[in-house]
């Protein structure tokens, strides 16, 4: 079983930036989609952006033109640069495959707030 280890997150004001990491056990990683999801409470876990082997990218429409998804796939890594944060970005980011194969790691906390 892959193992993930996010980190990253923190407290950040409210058009701040935050750059996610999460880097994968098994080099198994680099044939796989992998994506960032994010959870509150008060909602189910959304897939936010995706990534694909080879670099082609998808967002939901919340972040578009604010989030990058970008990997390195020699590190075994996939990234999640987020610009002009919003409180309503505030939630546990986790990494997984697109499909969620995979165990769900610990997830890093991003706050947003003033």
């Known amino acids: 079983q892959v193992q993930l280890v996010e980190s990253g997150g923190g407290l950040v004001q409210p058009g701040g930036s935050l750059t996610l990491s999460c880097a994968a056990s098994?080099?198994?990683?680099?044939?796989?989609?992998m994506a960032w999801y994010r959870q509150t409470p008060e909602k189910q876990r959304e897939l936010v952006a995706h990534?694909?082997?080879?670099?082609?990218?998808t967002y939901a429409d919340s972040v578009k033109g604010r989030f990058t998804i970008s990997r390195d796939n020699d590190k075994n890594t996939v990234y999640l640069q987020m610009n002009s944060l919003k409180p309503e970005d505030t939630a546990v980011y986790y990494c997984?495959?697109?499909?969620?194969?995979w165990g769900w790691g610990q997830g890093t906390q991003v706050t947003v707030s003033s």
């Open positions: 997984n495959t697109v499909a969620a194969n």
């Open positions: 990534i694909s082997p080879v670099g082609g990218t």
């Open positions: 098994a080099s198994i990683f680099r044939i796989y989609t």
